[in-house]
């Protein structure tokens, strides 16, 4: 059983940047990938970023370029470096631990304004 606490969330203008942490309550060295998403109002959860157990990266359309995942292994924790962020950057953003269950944390709003 693994516990993931999000944090760094906030209201920030559009150019700006946040990053977004994602605590594991044990090793994330047993989960498969960890990975952020987002989910907007009215919309369908979506991916943001994944990160494997050997650093492979994948990154979104919409945020490539400009947004990092990246990991602490001996901090048990997972980052989001969001850089340029835009108003439709505005989301619960959850973190995500896969294999072999799928575990979730409570979200973190991030809201961007003009």
């Known amino acids: 059983q693994v516990q993931l606490v999000e944090s760094g969330g906030g209201l920030v203008q559009a150019g700006g940047s946040l990053r977004l942490s994602c605590a594991a309550s044990r090793s994330i060295f047993s989960i498969n990938t960890m990975g952020w998403y987002r989910q907007a109002p009215g919309k369908q959860r979506e991916l943001v970023a994944f990160?494997?157990?050997?650093?492979?990266?994948v990154y979104a359309a919409s945020v490539k370029g400009r947004s990092t995942i990246s990991r602490d292994n001996a901090k048990n924790t997972v980052y989001l470096q969001m850089n340029g962020l835009k108003p439709e950057d505005t989301a619960v953003y959850y973190c995500n631990g896969r294999g072999p269950n799928n575990y979730w944390g409570q979200g973190t709003q991030v809201t961007v304004s003009n």
């Open positions: 990160i494997t157990s050997s650093g492979s990266t």
